[in-house]
């Protein structure tokens, strides 16, 4: 598969929640980052293979609900995308809602993720947890 496919099959299974498939488009050694400020709680991370890629993603779920989710931009040069989406959810103890959008720098080799870099709102975030 070429970059842009791998891409848009990861975007579409994750919009769906289906982490099955995510991870079945991502390398044993996946490296995820989420690039955010201390005041946005748990979701910073800088992790590397399947299972901490989970527990990352598994943070969110703790404090929020998924409600949609949906690619804006996909940007793609060889090997390397570059994703903006627009994301909600609700806060599991206030009912509050979040809107807000993030950036995702992707690399694929041979048809796999290999890394995922993102980039928050952190300022949205923050604000919504309270």
């Keep these: ?60 779920v703790e404090d929020w609900t998924f409600g949609a989710f949906e690619l804006i931009d996909l940007i793609v040069s060889g090997n390397r995308a570059a994703t903006r989406q627009r994301v ?3 806060n599991r103890r206030t009912g509050a809602p979040l809107q807000t959008q993030n950036a995702l720098f992707w690399t694929v080799e041979d048809g796999k993720i290999t890394e995922i870099l993102e980039f928050q709102d952190t300022a949205t975030i923050s604000a919504a947890r309270s």
């Design 1 to 60: 598969m070429d970059t842009e496919t791998v891409i848009r099959k990861a975007v579409t299974a994750y919009a769906a929640s289906d982490l099955e498939t995510v991870l079945g488009l991502c390398t044993d050694d996946i490296h995820y980052c989420i690039r955010s400020t201390p005041d946005c709680g748990p979701y910073c991370a800088d992790c590397h293979g399947k299972a901490a890629f989970v527990d990352a993603l598994s943070k969110y």
């Design 88 to 90: 909600e959810f609700i």
